[in-house]
């Protein structure tokens, strides 16, 4: 099964949420400190695209702050709990979407999102998706991805082994899991992007990258887009 059809199928609207309501307590200091990291970032004349949005966790912290909100998905699921959560919102809209091709014209947002460790989570290439991230950006704007820390990991594989004892993942694959990639018995697989493959991913696509940590939980790669001289 692809990562796409893992979130598709197994981890999917109320399934997923369920995997956030189990996050032990310094799993959801990480959490916190990614929302207040985004906010920090935002104008409230914004126009925000957020990748891999779910069930709208975090569309229903940051919409009241921008002018409007948009999240893609591929999980039919999870975009219909997110259309009931937030439902009285009228600056959310929530549409189904393939991130490698955003059915969006260039320049469209002043901010795209992508967090929580999307770029691994996903499972597709990963350069095709900075890209396209960059490509709906306006000139002044920003692309914000987030991975985990390497200091994380303890706490990382803490919160997915609470996930397996649900019965919302499959088992830990402890033969396959290593440090900063957790492997599980059903197919779930994701790791990490490192400061220097952000660096990279960036100079691949001939664009400067601000690289920082927050709270030793998550890593960010910020790229502005250049205005037009």
């Known amino acids: 099964m692809t990562m796409r059809g893992y979130y598709g199928e197994r981890?999917?609207?109320?399934?997923l949420r369920q995997c956030y309501e189990v996050a032990p307590p310094r799993v959801?200091?990480?959490?916190?400190?990614?929302?207040?990291?985004?906010?920090?970032?935002l104008d409230p004349d914004d126009a925000v695209l957020?990748?891999?949005c779910g069930y709208g966790r975090v569309a229903a912290r940051l919409a009241d702050?921008?002018?409007?909100?948009?999240?893609?998905?591929?999980?039919?699921?999870?975009?219909?709990?997110?259309?009931?959560?937030?439902?009285?919102?009228?600056?959310?809209?929530?549409?189904?979407?393939?991130a490698l091709e955003l059915a969006f014209g260039d320049s469209?947002?002043?901010?795209?999102?992508?967090?929580?460790?999307?770029?691994?989570?996903?499972?597709?290439?990963?350069?095709t998706l900075l890209q396209e991230a960059l490509?709906?950006?306006?000139?002044?704007?920003?692309?914000?991805?987030?991975?985990?820390?390497?200091?994380?990991?303890?706490?990382?594989?803490?919160?997915?082994?609470?996930?397996?004892a649900a019965g919302l993942l499959g088992a830990i694959d402890h033969e396959r899991t290593e440090k900063d990639t957790i492997?599980?018995?059903?197919?779930?697989?994701?790791?990490?992007?490192?400061?220097q493959a952000w660096r990279t991913l960036a100079g691949a696509l001939g664009v400067n990258a601000a690289i920082s940590e927050m709270d030793a939980s998550s890593a960010w790669c910020e790229i502005v887009v250049e205005k037009v001289a």
């Open 11 to 15: 981890l999917s609207g109320l399934r």
């Open 28 to 41: 959801k200091q990480y959490l916190e400190a990614e929302i207040e990291f985004v906010l920090q970032r």
């Open 50 to 52: 957020e990748l891999g």
């Open 65 to 98: 702050k921008v002018r409007c909100f948009v999240g893609i998905d591929t999980s039919a699921g999870s975009l219909a709990l997110a259309r009931e959560l937030l439902s009285s919102d009228s600056r959310c809209e929530f549409l189904q979407m393939d």
């Open 108 to 127: 469209e947002f002043d901010r795209i999102l992508c967090v929580q460790n999307g770029i691994c989570a996903f499972g597709v290439d990963q350069k």
């Open 135 to 164: 490509r709906v950006a306006r000139p002044g704007g920003s692309v914000l991805f987030s991975t985990y820390s390497e200091r994380f990991w303890e706490d990382r594989l803490g919160w997915f082994e609470a996930q397996a």
């Open 183 to 195: 492997v599980c018995e059903d197919g779930f697989r994701a790791g990490i992007v490192s400061p």
